[in-house]
């Protein structure tokens, strides 16, 4: 994929002010989501690609060259890249060739120099058929090496320990996953028929205890009914005497503010009747 070298190459230094993307995808992640993110960071930094995420996992063709030339054009401009005037070396003028003014334009005559085009039409025809066979006896010949063995073992030993491949951890990559799997497909066909063992066994005993919870129910209803039908009769009756409490205890409120009323109303009466005995009180006889 192209992505990285765009993303890590042309991104982070051309908008310095921008927070610099992270391309925390690699060569195993999906190229639908790796390019998705690729457009992603692009628009977040202000390049507008006009390109179908689908045109780009192939890594090229004319939609790849296009995103390329679209980020390269967007770098210079940040950059504010200039442009120098080309410059031309100084080659002077081209010697004219001699012209013979002796020499006459139809000097030579038609029939020779047709002659001499159909000799070279024969020689060349001829180096056409020879050419393949040379190259066909050149193709089957038996190949000879001219390396000395030991200098080639000498290289294979020296060379060999680098081309050993080392495989990273990486809990994304795609054999790690397949050795998981496999380990635990080992362990599952290890402890399946024991655990399957014990959990019918543990079936059986919670059917036998349902059965009895069940057989236990009906014969408490049976033996209880009576009593049920009694406790029902009593809810009903202590539901009405509620809904009486109730009842009555909204006249008992709705009487004692009655009361407090006629207690304010009597207390305002007092009042005037000693304000009147005060003032009768001053009056001469």
């Known amino acids: 994929m192209f992505c990285d070298s765009v993303i890590a ?19 195993y992640d999906d190229p639908n989501t790796v390019v998705t993110k690729m457009l992603s960071i692009l628009a977040d930094n202000g390049i507008q690609a006009n390109v179908q995420p689908a045109k780009l996992k192939a890594g090229s063709g004319e ?11 967007e770098v210079l401009r940040r950059t504010n890249f ?69 200098e080639w073992l000498l290289e294979i030993e020296r060379v060999a320990p680098k081309l050993k491949i080392q495989m990273p951890n990486d809990a994304k990559e795609w054999r790690t996953h397949l050795q998981q799997t496999r380990g635990y497909k080992q362990v599952i066909e290890t402890q399946f028929p024991a655990a399957k063992a ?41 539901t009405q005497v509620k809904s009486q409490y109730t009842e009555l205890s909204d006249v008992v409120m709705n009487l004692q503010i009655e009361l407090k009323n006629v207690g304010d109303e009597l207390d305002v009466v007092r009042n005037d009747l000693e304000d009147y005995r005060a003032s009768m009180a001053g009056v001469p006889q």
């Open 9 to 27: 190459r042309f991104v982070p230094p051309c908008r310095p002010r921008l927070v610099a993307p992270q391309s925390d995808w690699d060569e």
């Open 63 to 73: 939609h790849v060259c296009s995103l390329l030339s679209t980020v390269a054009r």
């Open 82 to 150: 200039e442009y120098a005037p080309p410059t031309y070396p100084d080659e002077g003028l081209a010697d004219e060739a001699e012209v013979d003014s002796d020499a006459e334009v139809h000097s030579v005559g038609e029939d020779e120099m047709q002659m001499d085009g159909e000799e070279d039409d024969l020689m060349y025809q001829e180096d056409e058929v020879k050419k393949p066979e040379d190259d066909d006896a050149e193709d089957h010949a038996v190949l000879e090496s001219k390396i000395d063995p030991k």
């Open 198 to 238: 014990q959990l019918e066994k543990l079936q059986s005993q919670i059917s036998q205890a349902l059965d009895r919870i069940k057989s236990k129910e009906a014969f408490i209803n049976e033996k209880f009914d009576h009593r049920a039908l009694d406790y029902r009769t009593q809810q009903e009756e202590f």
